[in-house]
């Protein structure tokens, strides 16, 4: 499997799936890769083609765009796909300002550009996809990019490890459970907390002993923290915003990888309501921050239990986030036969 310096949409949602398919190099059509030749061009880090057929993910380049827009494609073969409900997180007045005004600018030049050269439109939620109801609509989920099948880290370490995986422009939702991961850890010498939000960690969890806030990692090195770090529990809170509604299972898929149970807010997100199992899979939190509180202690104070929330949500996981059904989607839509 290969990422090729990949946006984690990209990988999530085509080459992993994918990868025995696309040629490694960029233009590379034809490129022989094993005993047969790669039917599936990158031309460029977010545009692929098979044929007649383009998938362009998420964004475009200048270049990118160019390539999609010369005559060489059929319109009615190419796919926009898109994870984020843009105009949603253009209006979130929580997510940095910064980043609003870029999706703004995208949602005035770039998307109706891209509109007019594809005529298919790809997500992983209704909301998302009804916003381009002049496209062909297509429900798709993210895939696991590894599955995790060893969870010796349960009896190992001693130390009750946590990690919250998201970026800061999901600072708003992770705030809002911050005091009670202060008073959590704090109590608990032995609890250990893990985020990559460097300087920009809420103020409440800087300066302690065992919270560590590392630098932001580009996509490519924290894909291979991912793939190679073992954690027993993992954060995923979320508010009940427009942004939440339409993401997808994504940190479900992450959380597994890492070997961490899960503990997500309920209600916010209904793609992950829906392939957590609570109390087997995950543990959905519902009501103020102190239920957090709550739900962590009981993790930290019955282990076994952790591990098997761990074990049952890695294996949820890997048939959620079924490589074979993403593979299966493309291959149909790119005639790739098998």
């Not at 770090?229 to 992450?254: C, E, G, Q, Y």
């Not at 957090?292 to 282990?303: A, C, F, G, K, S």
């Amino acid at each position: 499997m290969f990422s090729n310096g990949a946006t984690p949409t990209v990988d999530k949602y085509f080459l992993a799936a994918l990868s025995g398919d696309v040629a490694r190099f960029p233009f590379g059509a034809g490129v022989r890769g094993g005993r047969r030749r790669r039917p599936v061009q990158r031309l460029g880090p977010h545009l692929y083609a098979c044929g007649g057929s383009a998938v362009l993910i998420r964004h475009g380049t200048r270049e990118e765009l160019e390539i999609l827009g010369s005559g060489r494609f059929d319109r009615g073969r190419c796919y926009f796909l898109i994870d984020d409900d843009m105009r949603a997180l253009a209006e979130d007045p929580d997510v940095p300002a910064d980043y609003r005004l870029r999706i703004r600018r995208r949602l005035m030049n770039e998307i109706p550009a891209i509109l007019d050269m594809c005529a298919n439109v790809a997500g992983p939620s209704e909301q998302i996809i009804s916003a381009y109801p002049s496209q062909a609509g297509h429900l798709l989920e993210p895939c696991i990019l590894r599955e995790r099948r060893r969870f010796r880290h349960f009896r190992r370490s001693r130390r009750f490890r946590m990690i919250y995986a998201g970026t800061a422009s999901h600072m708003a939702d992770f705030g809002g459970i911050a005091p009670a991961l202060a008073d959590f850890c704090a109590a608990h010498e032995d609890v250990s907390l893990v985020t990559f939000l460097g300087k920009q960690a809420p103020e409440i969890l800087k300066n302690r002993k065992n919270i560590r806030h590392f630098r932001p990692l580009r996509w490519p090195l924290f894909r291979r923290f991912m793939e190679h770090a073992s954690f027993h529990v993992a954060l995923a809170p979320m508010r009940k915003t427009a942004v939440n509604r339409a993401r997808s299972f994504n940190k479900f898929l992450d959380h597994a990888m890492m070997g961490a149970a899960g503990v997500y807010s309920a209600g916010a997100c209904p793609q992950i309501d829906r392939v957590i199992e609570h109390g087997k899979s995950g543990l959905l939190v519902d009501g103020p921050a102190g239920r957090w509180l709550e739900m962590l202690e009981d993790l930290y104070r019955d282990r076994a239990l952790t591990a098997d929330l761990a074990v049952q949500g890695a294996r949820a996981a890997s048939r959620a986030g079924s490589r074979r059904r993403v593979r299966d989607f493309w291959r149909r839509r790119l005639g790739i036969p098998d």
